[in-house]
């Protein structure tokens, strides 16, 4: 509220980073710093957990955090979450700083260029001159050694005297944070549970707007509310997917909830009685939803088929976060590994999912077999971390396994190169 737009001290960092100047900023009497969340063509599972991830930093570092809407979305999904301020960064000619999108790893605001020309200073511990008035942190998944040089003190102490920082990430950088040996112990303290992180910070900072709020509500009353048990079943569909690639997922969602005792017996789905149990599917086909139905005789229900993926259509965004809050209410959750839109639906409610191993997205040749174990159940509900920093800053040098750096710390069961947080504290 202090710091943000239309306030004086902001329009006074406005000024100084118009002209360039950041210690001056940075030593202002007001003393406010700011962390610009860039949204880029990203789903909308990516541009969440980038969005938690920009608070949980900005929180720790006392910086007030902007986000730079991607298409105005950001404005028609959620509600501004602090009172008096908004947390939009305002469009148009008053900003300084055009075209946030087109930043990249080797723009010369980077962080990682910074420190790769050495105009960080000698070493890298002091700014050879006055701070920078901004600087870009490049943490997506083309973020280099370089870049990724932001997990780690020295570089943390170096950012704390810039005014302006501007971070663009599609992934879940929390459990990066909590490698940052000046972080950890503050971190530590605000979380004793490290399995419910995203959980508490997504329903802090995330409200779905009205017109969001209102479908979520409207579907579940209308058709989940009344059973007893409630299974979330989510299809990450890549491609437009037809039989024998779809048939290979859809035994493999089948054979995963016979297995692990998720799906009703054929039939029960449509008992009235308050003990029945419904099935929630989301995916962008609806072929899964029809055979899953006809599977189990009634009771599955699918809110939306998008068909394909769509990238800046806000109606198509607001039902994504519709079915991730929806897919929150289940009793039971089997997602599809990889998928950050699962990621936020199991993060929000706070469960361990069973996740159904997947290939990557870029893999061009789709699974021939379901794999075996179909499913497995999540160690944690927290989103993977899909690019990790493997380097450990104090003993300058690659941790020998960052699965094994601090125990609430491991390696994901779905994405082999990357880290996620658990409740490690029986270890302790
Ligand atoms: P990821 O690509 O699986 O990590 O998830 P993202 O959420 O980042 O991107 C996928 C995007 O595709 C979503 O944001 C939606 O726009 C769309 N999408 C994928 N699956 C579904 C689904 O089950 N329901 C809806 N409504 N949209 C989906």
């Known amino acids: 509220m202090r710091c943000g737009p239309g306030t004086a001290p902001y329009e006074k960092s406005l000024r100084q980073l118009k002209s360039g100047d950041g210690a001056a900023a940075a030593d202002g009497d007001a003393g406010c710093r700011y962390l610009v969340s ?56 008053r900003f300084p700083l055009r075209r946030l999108r087109d930043l990249a790893g080797k723009s010369r605001e980077s962080l990682g260029t910074l420190l790769k020309s050495n105009a960080g200073g000698n070493g890298t511990s002091s700014w050879s001159g006055r701070p920078p008035p901004y600087v870009y942190l490049n943490l997506d998944g083309s973020a280099d050694y370089h870049d990724k040089l932001f997990y780690c003190d020295e570089q943390q102490r170096l950012l704390r005297g810039v005014p302006w920082l501007l971070m663009k990430t599609d992934s879940y950088l929390v459990p990066g944070l909590f490698l940052v040996p000046s972080l950890r112990g503050e971190l530590e303290r605000m979380f004793p549970e490290k399995d419910a992180v995203f959980h508490h910070l997504s329903r802090y900072l995330l409200h779905p707007a009205n017109a969001v709020w209102h479908a979520i509500t409207a579907y579940h009353r209308d058709h989940l509310a009344g059973a007893g048990q409630l299974v979330g079943i989510q299809i990450r569909v890549y491609h437009e997917e037809t039989p024998p690639v779809s048939q290979v997922v859809l035994d493999q969602v089948l054979s995963c909830a016979r297995r692990e005792n998720l799906l009703p017996d054929a039939g029960t789905t449509t008992n009235t009685s308050s003990s029945h149990q419904a099935v929630l599917v989301t995916s962008l086909s609806s072929w899964y939803y029809e055979k899953i139905r006809d599977e189990l005789g009634g009771g599955v229900h699918q809110p939306s088929h998008e068909g394909l993926q769509r990238m800046g259509d806000t109606a198509h965004d607001m039902r994504a976060l519709s079915e991730m809050y929806l897919l929150s209410t289940c009793d039971a959750l089997l997602t599809t590994g990889f998928s950050t839109f699962g990621y936020v639906a199991q993060g929000l409610a706070g469960e361990r999912p069973w996740l159904m191993p997947r290939r990557p997205v870029w893999d061009k040749e789709p699974a021939t077999e379901v794999p075996e174990p179909p499913c497995a159940r999540a160690a944690s509900p927290e989103p993977c971390f899909h690019s990790p920093s493997y380097y450990d800053c104090a003993a300058r040098r690659n941790y020998e396994d960052i699965g094994k750096a601090v125990p609430y710390i491991r390696r994901c069961e779905d994405v082999s190169w990357g880290i996620q947080l658990v409740n490690g504290s029986s270890h302790w």
């Open 38 to 93: 860039i949204s880029y063509n990203r789903g909308l599972g990516n541009r969440v957990i980038a969005i938690v991830s920009a608070f949980l930093y900005a929180v720790l570092t006392e910086r007030a955090l902007l986000v730079a809407p991607y298409n105005g979305d950001v404005a028609a999904l959620f509600c501004e979450p602090f009172p008096g301020t908004t947390w939009l960064l305002p469009d148009g000619r």
